[in-house]
């Protein structure tokens, strides 16, 4: 049986936080349902000490490629859909 692993970094710009705290606000929110939904591992992973930007990565462990990037889309549409983000650029990776 074959490990299919996926990564998607999504770049995020969150322009209605003023300070680090209401990013964390925005970042704790998305990342709890981002992993409650599709029991994916997320967190974020850089632009750390920047209010209104933060990178997020989102991995996935599954048996098929086809499932691996179901899971990856719809994780991405949840993060699109979040009015108080805006997506930038994204990368995906397969391992």
Sequence with gaps: MAVHVGLLTIDLRIPEARTLKDKRQVLHSL?????????????????????????????????GDRHLDEVLDAALALVASEPRAEVVATQRERF
């Design 31 to 63: 990342l709890d349902r981002l992993a409650v939904r599709f029991r994916v591992s997320v967190a974020e992973v850089g632009h750390n000490d920047l209010p209104r930007r933060a990178q997020i990565a989102v991995a996935v462990v599954s048996n």
